[in-house]
């Protein structure tokens, strides 16, 4: 031990024993009883620290959202007015419109139009019989992208015998356009694959708006899952289907841009793709959401059936109305 530790020890004892001798043990309890005294109320003083159990700082159990958002006890549906040019109609008051929920009319709380951004999955078809049509589709989804406003979000998977992420969430159009160019057509056609992988990569989003933009020239011929597998995933999502079919009608998209909302387009020749991405792009970004509450005061986590109508007046019109379906009521 070196002298600088043993210093301390040394003159600590010599002060105590000298202590000790000049004054007698009552007077140094007496003192020391003192000292413990004054300092209680500093020690009361003293911050307090509350220690949470370790229990409660885990993450509490998320609960999956319904097909149709629901804010609080409110059922918000999205509702895309077209009229006989495909031109959206977006002067509508609450008025015009009438809401069923299996059957039963609900009474309508707000209708306004759907602004804020979005996030959009692109489902591209890179089979083999695209061999010929890349460089018209790549500039449809150039075409898409120049719409795109502050906050959007895009990702990109395509798809052959099985799909891909080629890109992940981003706001770059370019990046996007960059990743494009590296796909190259092979093989058949997992669509039903596709959609179910975009699905999966939108519980990645960031908006609350969310969409899923398929590209295909065929039908499927190569996927795990089927069509009615695809369909009730969709049904379960928060997420609108679009879809460009090219030369051949997409009858399964039909089915699926109807129950989410969305729209399917069918295109005879490559030359009308740019009117039709045009017609996409106006109808997307111009929608009503209406607000609702239901009815049903059940939370049974069954499929309930969502209907649209315009009011007697307005149905005379050459209008078409889209909206979702229907949603998934909250389990108990």
Request: with cysteine; aromatic share 10%; proline share 6%.
């Amino acid at each position: 031990m070196s002298y600088f530790n043993i210093r301390p020890f040394f003159w600590g004892e010599i002060l105590r024993r000298h202590i000790v001798r000049q004054f007698p043990v009552p007077f140094l309890t007496a003192l020391a009883l003192l000292a413990l005294t004054a300092a209680i109320p500093l020690r009361a003083q003293e911050p307090k620290v509350s220690i949470v159990p370790e229990k409660s700082l885990r993450p509490r159990t998320v609960t999956p959202r319904p097909t149709i958002r629901l804010d609080k006890t409110m059922v918000l549906v999205p509702v895309t007015v077209t009229d006989a040019g495909d031109r959206p109609v977006t002067d509508l008051a609450l008025d015009a419109f009438k809401v069923f929920e299996d059957n039963v009319e609900q009474k309508i709380a707000n209708v306004s139009q759907e602004d804020g951004p979005v996030s959009v999955g692109f489902i591209f078809d890179a089979s083999s019989s695209m061999k010929n049509r890349m460089d018209v589709s790549i500039k449809a989804i150039e075409q898409f992208l120049k719409s795109m406003m502050p906050g959007d979000e895009y990702f990109l998977v395509s798809f052959s015998e099985k799909p891909t992420v080629v890109n992940g969430f981003t706001q770059s159009a370019d990046e996007i356009l960059g990743a494009l160019s590296s796909v190259r057509p092979e093989g058949w056609t997992a669509l039903h694959d596709a959609i179910c992988m975009g699905l999966h990569q939108m519980k990645f989003a960031k908006n609350t708006r969310k969409a899923l933009f398929v590209l295909t020239d065929g039908g499927d011929n190569s996927s795990r899952f089927s069509e009615t597998e695809v369909r009730t995933m969709v049904r379960e999502a928060d997420v609108r289907v679009y879809s460009v079919g090219l030369f051949d009608r997409p009858r399964f998209l039909e089915k699926v841009a109807a129950d989410t909302g969305g729209q399917s387009y069918w295109v005879h020749k490559l030359k009308e793709l740019p009117e039709t991405i045009d017609r996409l792009s106006r109808e997307f970004r111009n929608q009503y959401v209406l607000a609702y509450s239901s009815n049903n005061v059940h939370n049974d986590g069954k499929y309930r059936r969502v209907r649209v109508e315009l009011l007697e007046s307005l149905r005379r019109l050459p209008v078409n109305v889209l909206w979702r379906r229907g949603y998934y009521a909250p389990p108990d």
